[in-house]
Every structure is written in C-alpha cells, then in structure tokens.
C-alpha cells in the first residue's frame, strides 16, 4: 500500500461557489457536471457505472473506502465517474477480501477527488440551485484561474457520450445454445444488466451504440435491449432512428435508463433535463399496472415530458411512477411489444425489487416466439 498523504484542494461550482478540502486520489485537475448520489453502499459499482461519465460525483454517506476495492466489483472496465467529492476518504479498509485500497485505485486509474468538505451543504446547494458544472484541483488553488478553465467545460445539456463509453466493436456474452438471443445496443451497459439475462437463458450479442437497425437485425435475434448510458437523449438521433426501425419490426424490446428515454423519443415523446437528477438506491416507484410499490436504484438526469405523453395517450401507457416527485419512471408502447423503464433493475448496487421486469422481458420474447411458430403451422397447414 503506497504512503497515503493528502495536499489541499478546491471544489469550485460554476456559480462561484467555492469548497476546501484535501486530495483524494491523484494529484492534478478534473472537471465536469456535479451531482449527488444518496446510497449509503456500492460506491465501486456506482464509480464504474458508465451512466456517470462526464459527472463529478457527490456521496451523500459519509464514509468512501472503508471496506476497501476488489477487482470484481465492477460495473465496466474503468472507472467511469469524472471526479469524487466526499466528505471522508477513508484509506483504511476493513475488509479481508478486498485487493486494494481506494486511494491505489484512484492512482492506478487516474483519478482526481476531493474529500474533507460539507457534502451535506454542497448537496443542499445542488438540490436550490439545480445540476452545473464544477472543477476540483489539487494542483492549482488559484480559483480565478479555476474559474477560467471551468468555464470551458460543456454544459451536459446537448452532450452525446454514450458512444465515448459504448464497445467498439461487438462482443457475445452467454451460452450460444441458450434458449433465446438478445441483441443488446451498448450505451454504456453495466455488467450486471448483461448477468441479469444471462441468468435467463438469454444468449447476447452487445453491439457498438452506432450499429445499424440492419447490422443487428442481420443476427436474426429474438429480441431487442437498448442499455443505460450518459449523455443528453436529445443528442442520439442515430438511437432514435435504430428505436424507430425495431418498433416497426414488433420483436420485443426493453429500455432501460437512457435506453427509456430513447423509446420515448422514438414514438415522439421529447425528454427534458431535470433540476437535478435521480441517484441513489432508495427511491420509491410504483407500478402502475399491479399497484405494488418497489425500492429502486436509480442514476439520471434527463426524465421524459409528462405533458406529451398525456396528449399521446393513444401511443403510450404509463407503467410506473416515482412516488417522490410523480415523474414518469416506466412506459409501454400500446400495440407493440416494447416497454421501458427509467431506473435500474439489475441494481447493482441496490435492492432486488425490480428483477421481475427482466422475467416479463423473457416471457414476451417466449410468447412471440411460441406466437410466430404457431402461426408458420398453420400457414403450412393451409397452403397443403
């Protein structure tokens, strides 16, 4: 374990406000949209998740690193987050079977964080003020030259990244002579989405966010998944016009996150981006359909229009709702067999409420399949 010492450093948001603190991982300078996570475990997870890319990461617990990093937590190859800023960066871990501690990992990938401040002012801050931009250094305390290099950052409204974090070239996971096959647009996936139907007989093939409607439908695959990922929906037209190309195919499809705003879009229900944001693994959602409520995982900005889908009742069922705020968190396409959800499932971390969406994921490429088959029997019987 490398001798852990700490330099002073500044957190500085893009309204002026300014934080002091101490380093936390590399010494140097990030920069990026600054939001809130509420989950009090999971941070490995959380900071490997790709929907967090171009995001400086507040933690709302108070502790980060006490149980340490193992290799196999992860959620994507990397480290995804821009920045950490925490209150304490706990270097110690308790844990036996972790690999290493969390200021090893940050140095070994790259990153810059921000520990020893209020993160409870600086939450509070965000939720009056909304989403900005933000830079935290550890290498230059001058904050008039902060507030320059700050003001070259892209706002995330108008951002395309799921393409900056999805594969590049397509790759299989699963048993090739599972029951189903999945074709799975990669917007920045986590890996416990892919577990999740691999655990359901579902062999995958996850394809680069760019792939054409005609590259996927080439594999002849049963059903179709559009991932999580970063990034401004409004920014994907190539998405869209993928959406729109499986929807008139009628396969089965299932969003999730990003991949719901992007069936939103695809049948013309526009997305906004939000004050700021869904994170952490305890929100409250209830689902529509059975009247159950389930504590979710969630990570979004953007959230889709209420309003237009109101006035497109005769295209869209809303399935579930956030009993925080009523912002719509599940749709289903009337008469196609497509649906989506805003938050995550798989939850990894978080509770196991929602797993039942990948079974009826399942189950409607079953009945299609039993469908389709039934009917090519028949056709056969009438054409004797």
């Avoid at 995982?297 to 009523?326: R, Y």
């Amino acid at each position: 374990m490398a001798e852990f010492q700490q330099k002073p450093a500044i957190l500085l948001l893009e309204d002026g406000t300014v934080f002091h603190g101490k380093s936390a991982g590399k010494i140097g300078t990030t920069t990026g949209e600054i939001c809130f996570n509420t989950g009090m475990t999971g941070y490995q997870e959380i900071f490997t998740d790709p929907s967090y890319f171009g995001q400086m990461l507040v933690t709302t617990n108070a502790h980060i690193g006490n149980y340490g990093i193992k290799n196999l937590e992860t959620e994507s190859d990397e480290i995804k987050i821009a920045g950490l800023i925490c209150k304490n960066f706990t270097n110690d871990y308790s844990r036996k079977l972790a690999d290493m501690s969390i200021q090893d990992y940050f140095e070994s990938e790259g990153l810059v964080g921000i520990s020893d401040v209020d993160t409870r002012a600086i939450v509070r801050h965000i939720r009056s003020k909304g989403a900005m931009n933000a830079i935290v250094s550890s290498e230059i305390l001058d904050v008039d030259e902060l507030k320059k290099q700050l003001k070259e950052v892209p706002s995330m409204e108008g951002l395309e990244l799921a393409s900056k974090v999805s594969t590049k070239e397509p790759y299989f996971v699963g048993e090739p002579d599972a029951e189903l096959k999945v074709a799975v647009l990669d917007f920045g996936v986590k890996k416990n989405i892919l577990r999740c139907m691999t655990a359901r007989s579902c062999y995958l093939k996850v394809f680069p966010a760019k792939t054409t409607f005609e590259e996927l439908k080439a594999w002849n695959p049963d059903g179709y998944f559009l991932s999580n990922g970063p990034g401004d929906p409004a920014a994907m037209d190539y998405a869209v016009t993928t959406a729109k190309a499986i929807l008139a195919e009628n396969k089965p499809l299932f969003g999730i996150c990003l991949g719901h705003q992007l069936l939103a879009r695809a049948v013309d229900i526009p997305t906004y981006k939000m004050h700021n944001g869904h994170r952490g693994i305890n929100h409250p959602v209830q689902n529509l359909r059975t009247g159950k409520s389930e504590i979710t995982s969630q990570n979004h900005g953007f959230g889709v229009s209420p309003e237009a889908i109101e006035s497109n009742k005769d295209k869209i069922e809303v399935t579930h709702i956030n009993l925080n705020d009523n912002t719509i968190e599940g749709i289903r396409v009337k008469n196609q067999k497509a649906f989506s959800v805003q938050y995550h499932p798989e939850a990894s971390p978080g509770p196991h409420d929602a797993r039942y969406l990948f079974d009826e994921f399942i189950g409607m490429i079953s009945e299609d399949k039993i469908g389709k088959s039934v009917s090519g029997i028949i056709e056969k019987q009438t054409t004797k």
